[in-house]
Structure formats: structure tokens, C-alpha cells
């Protein structure tokens, strides 16, 4: 059985900027023994944030869209999100709606979250990048 990751977006943008963590990242994606998924927030929150400090955010969805499978949201996973959200921020304060749909969908398919947000700590599908 295959090994299924999903990127969220701390890890994804480690991994354009090149940085150690990214590195990781970098790692499993050439290593290709696994499966690599990106949920389409994540899509989102990459290119808004690659736009925003300027940079071609062209480059950067090419890099996320040609690297790893691209998860739609339904309205199934946005009620899956919904209510891990609400248990979630029980736990984590400030745990966000587009990390609940990471963790949701990893749930789903049987994935590990590759990431370094804090946010993850002590979830268990969590594998940290830095």
C-alpha cells in the first residue's frame, strides 16, 4: 500500500522559498513511493500569499497543480470540516476552517499532513516539517 500525503500550505510555501523544511517536502516529492494530494483551499491560500508578497503565483499553482493531485471540496467534506472545525477549536483556539479542511481530507482518504503550522501539534496524522 501506497503512502498518502497531503500539503498544506506552510509546507507548500516552505517548499517555493527553498528552505530547510521545504527541503523535506522536497524530499517526498522526489522520492515518489507515495501518493501527494493539495486541497484546493490550500491552492487558494498559496497563491494568495505568493501574490501578495509580489512573486509569480503562476509559478507557484503550476508547481502545487503538476506536483500533487488536486482535492475538490464537496458539500460531504464541507460537513465533515464543518463539524472537525468545531470540535477543533475546542482543542485549538484558533485552529482555521482551511486547516480543518486539510485534516478533514486526510482523514477521508487515509493521508499524513505535511506542515510545520503549530496549529497541528498533537494531531496525529500531523508529520512536521521542521
Known amino acids: 500500500m501506497s503512502k498518502k500525503y497531503i500539503i498544506d500550505s506552510y509546507a507548500w510555501v ?20 507515495g501518493e501527494i494530494y493539495t486541497c ?15 512573486q509569480d503565483f503562476e509559478v507557484a499553482y ?5 506536483n500533487s493531485q488536486i482535492v475538490c471540496i464537496d458539500e460531504e467534506i464541507s460537513k465533515k470540516t464543518g463539524l472537525l ?9 484558533d ?20 506542515t510545520g503550522d503549530p496549529h497541528f501539534k498533537g494531531v496525529k496524522e500531523a508529520i512536521f516539517i521542521k
Not at 516552505?14 to 513511493?33: N, Q, T
Not at 503550476?62 to 503538476?66: G, K, M
Open 62 to 66: 503550476d508547481i502545487l497543480t503538476s
Open 14 to 33: 516552505e517548499y517555493l522559498i527553498g528552505s530547510k523544511a521545504g527541503e523535506k517536502v522536497r524530499s517526498i516529492l522526489d522520492a515518489e513511493e
Open 95 to 114: 485552529f482555521g476552517l482551511a486547516d480543518a479542511y486539510v485534516l478533514a481530507i486526510a482523514r477521508e482518504i487515509g493521508a499524513k499532513v505535511l
Open 40 to 54: 484546493a483551499v490550500t491552492v487558494a491560500e498559496v497563491v494568495s500569499k505568493i501574490a501578495r508578497e509580489g
Open 85 to 93: 472545525h468545531s470540535q477543533m477549536r475546542e482543542i485549538v483556539k
